[in-house]
C-alpha cells in the first residue's frame, strides 16, 4: 500500500490548538513506513551518484544562482558554488488555498527552500576546502539571503549547514540550506523578545553585552579574531554548543561586511577544525541567526552564529519540556575547544 | 586531563538571558570530551553487569520503593517493580546555593531524578511483559507521581520512558524515570496556556473537545478502549507521533482511576506493539502530561500520554527555530499504525 497522498504532496503548516506551536508537514520526503528503516543508516554515496557533484546538474531541479566563469552555461560543470531549489522542499512556492476549521488551523507552507553547494568537489567539508573557497560559500549567503528577503512571502531567512547523518543530512556532499520561512519561528521570536527587553531596560544590546562580559570573564571564550568573539555559551543547550558572535554590532547578516567575511571564513574553518580534532569528524550543526526579514526594523538585534557537534541524543524530557539537559558546561566546553 | 570539575558535580539550571529558556546543567554524566565517542554506539550489557538486574541492587543508590513479598528486605532481590534514585541526577536534593549574576543567572537544579525499573527481567519490555505488570508499573507511577507532589520544591512531575539508544536511554534494562522538576517547563507552560485560553473562550476542555472532533472525523483515530482514544495528533511534531487521552477529564495523572490504569497499560502495550510491528522494534520515547503540583488548580487541563518512535533525526532547521518538520502527516501515520 502506496502511503503517500497523490494530490497533497505540498508542504503544509499547522498549528497546535493548545502550544500555539506550527509544525511543517512536508511530505514529498517520505512515503512509506519502510522508508525510515533505510533511514536509520548512513549511506556513502560515490561521485557518479551525487546530485551535488559536477556532471550530475541534472539530477537537481534548474539552478538559481552559480559562481561560474562568464559565458558558461547554467547547469553544466564548471561552477565553484551552485544554489539550487531543494527537490524535497519544506517551504514552496506554489500556492495552495486551504481552509481553517476550528481546531485544525492549517496553512500551505509557502516560502523558500534552497540548496547550496559549497564545491564542486565531492569529498572536500568546510573544514578542509581552502579558505577563500569557504568566503566565497558566506558570500553566496549574503547575496541569497538577500535575494530571499525580497520575497513578499518570506518573514525570516533560516540559513543552515546539517553536516553527516546524525546532524541530519541526508546527502553526504558538503551544502547548506536556505529555508525562506513564512513565519517568524518561536526561537526567533523568543530571541527578539529578549533582545528588544534588555535594550529596553538596560540601554545596550544583549548580544554586545554577551561578547564584552565574556572577554571579560574569559572563562567561556574559546578564541577570538580580529571581528569575531567565539564562546561557549553561559547557558549551552548542547554539549560543546559554540556561539560566533560578531564584535560589530548589526543586526542582520546581509549587513556583514566583506572584511567581516573573509576574517568569518577563518574563524568558521578554525571552529569546525576543532570540532574535528575533538571529536573525530562528529556530526554537526550550524544556523544563522539573524533579524527578520518583516518588513520591520529590529536594531536592537544582532546577528551571529550558533553551532554544535552532535555528540548526545536527546530523550522524553526534552521532548516532552523543550528544556535541555546538558551534561557538560560550558567552562569544561570552552576549556577543552580552546586547547586544540 | 580531566575535565570533570571536581566540587562542581551538582546539578544546575540556568537561564539563557536572551530567550528565557532554562537549561540543566548535570555534569556528573559525562566527564571527559572522550566519553562522547563510546556514547555513540550502542553497547548491550549482560545481565550479570547490568545495575537494575537482581542480585545487582547495591550497583544503585538505596532504594526509595519497591513492590516485594511482605517482610522481604529491601535492596534485595525479590522484588516486582522498584524504585531509586538516578545515580547521575539531572536534579537532585542536596542544597547549594549560588549568587546571580546579572546576565548570568544560575540556579541548583534542586529537585528529584527517580529510576522505576519495570521487571527484574533484563530481557522484558512493556510491549512483551504480561498486561498485569505493565498494570502494575502504571499504579507505581502513580504513587510516585503522590509522593514527588508533595515535595515542595518540585513544581511539575515529569514521568517519562527513553527506549533504545537512539531514544535516548543509557542502560537497556526497561525503566522509567521520575523527573521532580523546581519550575515548570515552556512546553507544559504553553500547553497550560492554551488549555486555559479555550476553556475562557469555548467553554469546554480543549483536549476533550479534541478527543470528541477527532473521533467525529476519523482520519487520524488509531484505537479507541473503553476509557481513552489513541490518535496521531493533527500538528504531529514527530512522524508516528500517538496521543491517549483520557475520555474521561482528569487534570492530573494521579486523578486516574484503577480501571482506567487497568485499561490503560493494555492500551500502552497496544501502541507500543504496533510501534513493534510497524518499524522491528524502533527506539520510542513517551511521557505524561499532566497539570503542575504548584498548588494551583488546573481545572481546565487534561492528563495525557505523547509517544513517538524516533525513526527520524532533528537538524540545525529545527533546533535554530524550535519548529519541527515532520515527513509523515498524522493521517497517514493512523492510517497506517491502525491497520496493524
New interface residues.
Partial sequence: ?L???KG?LMP?L??????????????E??MR?TD??V??VAHKTNPQDCPFCPGNEVMTPLELFAVRPKGSEPNTPGWEVRVVPNKYP?FSEVEVLRGAR???QRRQAEGLHEVIIHTPEHSLTLATMPCEKVELVLRVYRLRYHAASLDPIVRYV?I???HG?????SLEHSHS?L?G?PII????Q??L???SW?EKSRGEC??C??AS?ELEAGERVIFQSEHFVVIA?????Y??EVWIIPLSHGESYVTASDDELSDLAQVLKDVLRRFSD???D?PY???I?SAPVDGSEHPYYHWHI?L?PR???????????????????P??AA??LS?L
Same sequence: chains 1, 2.
Avoid: C
Fill in positions: 500500500m502511503l503517500g497522498m497533497d503544509e499547522r498549528q497546535d490548538i493548545v502550544t500555539g506551536n506550527w509544525v511543517v508537514h512536508a511530505t520526503r517520505a513506513p525510515f528503516e533511514r536509520r519544506a476550528d481546531l485544525f533560516h543552515i549547514v546539517n547523518f546524525e546532524g541530519g543530512a540550506q529555508f520561512v519561528p518561536a526561537l526567533v523568543q530571541e523578545a529578549g533582545a534588555y544583549v548580544f553585552a554577551i562580559k555559551p553561559f547557558a549551552s543547550r554539549p560543546f575533538g571529536f573525530g562528529p550543526n550550524y544556523y541567526h550558533e554544535m555528540l548526545s541524543t536527546i530523550g522524553s524530557f526534552e521532548i516532552g519540556t523543550q528544556m535541555m539537559i546538558n551534561t557538560t558546561t567552562e569544561v576549556s577543552f586547547s
